[in-house]
């Protein structure tokens, strides 16, 4: 993976006057993925690098060992409640328990 990245500051959500800028260079199949995601998700590219940075490298110590914000952190999509209860009854249906 070729990236290089030029930082020139931290980013923050809170006070855009104060935000510093950082410019990427990716593989262009990188970034299609990256896109194809950010759609997915309604957010930004830059949305997700954010997020990825915050949540790789700069992650508080105490939610670092905290399960329920390991898993917060995820960012599942789940199938609707409706289709689960489907495949719930299903599998009982057919013996599995």
């Known amino acids: 993976m070729n990236m290089c990245i030029f930082m020139m500051g931290a980013d923050t959500e809170v006070d855009m006057a104060h935000t510093r800028h950082a410019h990427i260079l990716m593989e ?3 970034y299609e993925q990256l896109e194809r995601i ?3 998700r309604r957010t930004s ?3 997700l690098i954010r997020r990825a940075v915050r949540e790789s490298y ?3 110590p105490s939610a670092e060992g905290d399960p329920v914000a390991r898993l917060a952190a995820l960012q ?3 199938p ?3 289709e689960l209860a489907r495949e719930l009854d299903e599998a009982y249906d057919g013996g599995v328990r």
């Open 38 to 40: 950010a759609r997915q």
């Open 28 to 30: 262009p199949l990188e």
């Open 80 to 82: 609707r409640w409706e």
């Open 58 to 60: 700069l992650q508080q």
């Open 45 to 47: 590219v830059a949305e």
């Open 76 to 78: 599942l999509e789940l």
